[in-house]
């Protein structure tokens, strides 16, 4: 237990205030954003919550009910609900200048084995250091520390920085699709002077590579676990914009605003961050200005270490000079299907 307190302690920038309350003062606003980032009240929400208990690390329930502030501490609240023989829970509040910004809940729960399993496979991808978006990063200086420039600042929150970009399909069609959001893609379209058709709309669904860039491998699982958690809430509500701002729908919608209203995390097996790790994400619905995603991560070998979901608000305006509403678009989704593959080992 020392040595994950101090792993967090070091790591997550976490100091102890007072019996099971925990505080930092390193807070970081992305560039653009109403308030502190998402990802990093999760994080530490967890990492205050690990730090009251001996078991792995099960899942997480969080809303987000403030802006978070730049100039004012953060403190976690830890709340001790249950210490049983299997699990553990705890309620995990943060707090700034007295206000609850953060609301979490979590269970811890001793290893175990079980005699039945089952997980979805995952998707065919081109290889990180083979994927078009990976290959353009590299020839732009200094983005692998910061690979999308609007995480400036990440470093003044946390010791490391991270890797982030879309995945390419192997699939040819879903390839296309893909293309429509690609930034180097829409470019060329536009010198081109092509316009879209009415079919080439993007999807809800997207996959990103994503990874820690230093070598973790002394911590303990629970901080490659907070690290998830942080890096989580970067991409997820991707999905969701996809259709209404890409492809045949590009310029005719402008966001007005979009911040996370929750967000969830399921842990399934254990796996190292500073690994690459395939994010899969869809949104089956939006509508109201709230917008749905769930998410897969997968590590190298194909296996479902997590699952995660969010919903987001998402406030648009048309930019149709009548102030028309866009028609509503429908998606099918397929059911799954048994695969002949083996279930990759851990």
């Known amino acids: 237990m020392h040595e994950i307190r101090k792993q ?23 560039k653009g954003a109403r308030g502190v980032f998402g990802g990093q009240v999760v994080s530490q929400a967890l990492a205050s919550a690990i730090l009251t208990v001996k078991t792995n690390f099960l899942s997480l329930h969080s809303y987000f009910l403030l802006a978070g502030k730049e100039d004012e501490p953060i403190y976690y609240h830890v709340e001790r609900i249950r210490d049983g023989k299997s699990f553990a829970s705890r309620n995990v509040l943060a707090k700034q200048k007295g206000r609850i910004i953060f609301a979490l809940s979590c269970s ?32 732009d200086i200094n983005v692998m520390r910061h690979p999308n420039k609007e995480y400036d600042g990440f470093e003044k929150v946390g010791r490391i920085s991270m890797n982030v970009f879309r995945a390419t399909p192997k699939d040819i069609e879903l390839k296309k699709i893909f293309d429509l959001a690609t930034p180097s893609k829409i470019e060329e379209r536009a010198k081109s002077g092509k316009a879209y058709s009415d079919d080439e709309i993007s999807t809800p669904y997207d996959l990103w590579w994503i990874k820690m860039m230093d070598d973790l491998s002394h911590l303990k699982i629970q901080l490659h676990q907070c690290l998830l958690a942080y890096i989580s809430d970067h991409t997820l509500l991707s999905a969701i914009r996809l259709p209404h701002f890409t492809g045949s729908n590009i310029n005719k919608n402008k966001r007005n605003m979009v911040v996370s209203l929750d967000h969830t995390v399921w842990f399934h097996t254990p796996f190292r961050a500073d690994k690459w790790l395939l994010y899969e994400i869809e949104s089956p619905r939006l509508v109201n200005g709230r917008g749905l ?52 080992k851990l």
């Open 8 to 30: 967090i302690y070091e790591y997550f920038f976490l100091q102890e205030a007072d019996v099971d309350v925990y505080f930092t003062e390193n807070i970081w606003v992305p």
């Open 108 to 139: 811890f729960q001793v290893p175990e084995k079980s005699s039945i399993e089952h997980q979805y496979k995952m998707p065919d991808v081109v290889p990180p250091e083979e994927s078009q978006e990976y290959q353009e990063l590299q020839r």
């Open 293 to 344: 995603a769930f998410g897969k991560v997968y590590d190298n070998n194909g296996v479902l270490v997590a699952s995660v979901s969010q919903e987001g608000l998402f406030r648009t305006i048309s930019l149709d000079d009548r102030g028309k509403r866009n028609e509503p678009l429908l998606f099918t989704s397929n059911s799954p299907v048994l695969s002949k593959q083996k279930q990759p």
